[in-house]
């Protein structure tokens, strides 16, 4: 089986992802973490994708996905979940990653990118509000049984 798990920065789909695989054993990959399968990106990209067709009927893969071009990995068939929060949490949570300091840039960056996804295929939408994590996880535990 493949998860994508897509959304904007901050919104909680790392958290999301690994509850989900405590429950499932199943192996995250984030971003492009996929370019440590293969010396060159174009040849990188190959296996990932096929490793990704492979996890439809065995194993289980979560794709963590913040970039709009990391779509195009998902297979058709995957189960496509969006994270989704409100412009303040995402940058509120992102400054604390820069220890209390979001810059000007940071915060501009963050609104021109806000709600990328939201326009994306998707088969469920949550919310990465606080304490959502666990009640976000077994609904999707409950699409996939």
Known sequence: MVIGIMGDSCVGKSSLAECISEKIGAEIITG?????????????????KKKLNSAL????ILYV?????QLSFL??????VLVTADLETIKFRFSKRMKGN???????????????????????CVTGEDGSIEKNCEEIIKLIK
């Open 75 to 80: 297979p058709e068939q995957a189960l496509r």
């Open 57 to 60: 009927s065995e194993g289980n």
């Open 65 to 69: 996905i913040s970039e709009e071009e």
């Open 32 to 48: 492009k973490d996929y370019l440590s399968l293969a010396k060159s990106e174009s040849m990188a990209k190959v296996i990932f």
């Open 102 to 124: 979001l810059p000007e840039a940071v915060s501009k960056m963050l609104e021109r990118k806000y709600g990328l996804f939201t326009t994306e295929r998707h088969d469920i």
